[in-house]
């Protein structure tokens, strides 16, 4: 079949690696012009994640591309250590920036698949035979499918679907890269002040990613005017103390900046005659919601699915599998919004207190591990032998973790 997906994050480059495994042909379409770079840092928990990632014959590449950070000590405007955040319960099995991520997808498929960067979907109309899809500069073409794997904002659900309201977790968001100033290698720096929180993460000797997070209710931006987007961050840690005003310095000329709500996607159905979704255009997660290994999973279920049945039954199977599995981690990602940014002063002080008695107590830590994965593992992932699995280059199918 001719099938088009449109984005080129996560979830639309690994069904793509499956789609072309399978024989079909496959193009990408993608609003940005290039890759995007930088960006935060992703993880993958758990033996589901990565028995996927090693399906596809991935595991050991992402793994030379992980970042490997270690704990993040929690901060006063003194640059006094209040508390530390241990790697073990927020950086997942394997975590590697989104950057890095995207390049290794897009390596194991350019050379299988037709990206188109630079454009987007303008309509979309299917009829019994297939989908007439144009496009916003280039020529109108017909598929067999057409896949949403387009993000929270996605244009395919719009076109498809109409609105579907977005649950908002009320808290906003940017990240970028500035070089690194601050002496931090493999490690990173928290601060807070009430509904407001500041990371800076050291990726490496030369390079920082910081993210500067705030809560705000029914916050109205245009998610294509990055310089509006830059002022509503300005504004938002405005008076904020410790090294924020450096950062807004830095921040205002970053080009790798990207800002967002965070938001969860809850959808009665996830397919409409030929056109389904996948990843966060169907159901995003939020904040600890396992997004990113949410993407690879239902690519590789969406992907096995058609494999082996008609797409309208594939698609009534791919829901029928992956709801039951997205639920559980969007219930999990649904209280995390107080732990990212806490309201109160109170609150600030009642989490750094808990994150220094947990120091001492090892277990404890473990257990909050544990409750992260058991989420993320909480699948029983089909075996699709047909899409022609890849082994990796370790040939350890045991050695996952």
């Known amino acids: 079949m001719d099938i088009l997906i449109s984005g080129a994050s996560v979830a ?53 591309r992980a970042t490997h950070m270690g704990d993040i000590a929690i901060v006063d405007r003194h640059d006094t250590v209040r508390a530390t955040l241990p790697s073990a319960i927020f950086s997942g099995d394997l975590e590697l920036l ?32 297939g989908v007439d899809v144009t496009f916003e500069r280039g020529a109108p073409a017909r598929f067999d499918l057409v ?12 076109l498809v679907f109409g609105p579907v309201p977005q649950r908002s977790l009320g808290v906003y968001g940017c990240i970028f890269t500035m070089a690194n100033e601050f002496g931090l290698d493999r490690a990173g720096l928290m ?20 993210s500067l997070f705030f809560t705000a209710d029914g916050l109205e931006h245009d998610r294509r005017d990055v310089e509006q987007q830059r002022r509503i961050v300005a504004d938002a840690f405005e008076g904020t103390g410790w090294k924020v005003p450096r950062l807004l310095e830095a921040m205002r000329t970053a080009p790798d900046f990207w800002f967002d ?3 969860q996607i809850r959808m009665e159905r996830w397919s409409r005659g030929r056109v389904v979704l996948v990843g966060d255009a169907g159901y995003a997660g939020g904040p600890g919601g396992n997004g990113t290994g949410l993407a690879v999973v239902g690519a590789h279920v969406l992907a096995g699915e058609l494999g082996r049945l008609p797409f309208e039954r594939a698609f009534q199977e791919y829901e029928r599998r992956l709801r039951p599995y997205v639920e559980t981690c969007q219930k999990q990602a649904s209280g995390g919004s107080d732990f990212l940014v806490p309201s109160t002063e109170k609150k600030i002080a009642q989490r750094d207190r808990f994150f220094r008695t947990i120091r001492y107590l090892p277990p404890v830590k473990h ?22 699995h890849t082994r990796d280059l370790s040939g350890n199918r045991g050695n996952l973790l």
């Open 12 to 64: 639309g480059p690994s069904l793509a690696l499956w789609l072309h495994r399978a024989g079909h042909r496959v193009t990408v379409v993608e609003r940005a012009p290039a890759l995007r770079g930088g960006g935060y840092a992703v993880d993958f928990r758990g033996r589901v994640h990565l028995e996927v990632l090693r399906r596809m014959g991935l595991l050991d590449v992402m793994r030379a």
């Open 98 to 129: 989104r950057g890095d991520l995207g390049a290794v997808l897009y390596a194991a498929t350019r050379d299988d698949v037709d990206y188109v960067f630079g454009d987007s979907i303008a309509s979309i109309a299917q009829d019994a035979d």
């Open 147 to 158: 896949v949403g794997a387009d993000g929270v904002n996605s244009k395919v659900r719009e």
């Open 191 to 210: 601060y807070n002040e009430p509904r407001r929180t500041v990371t800076i993460g050291g990726i490496n000797p030369e390079k920082a990613v910081i």
């Open 261 to 263: 709500s965070t938001t």
């Open 367 to 388: 257990l909050f591990r544990h409750l992260a994965t058991r989420t993320a593992t909480a699948f029983d992932l089909p075996d699709y032998g047909g899409l022609g």
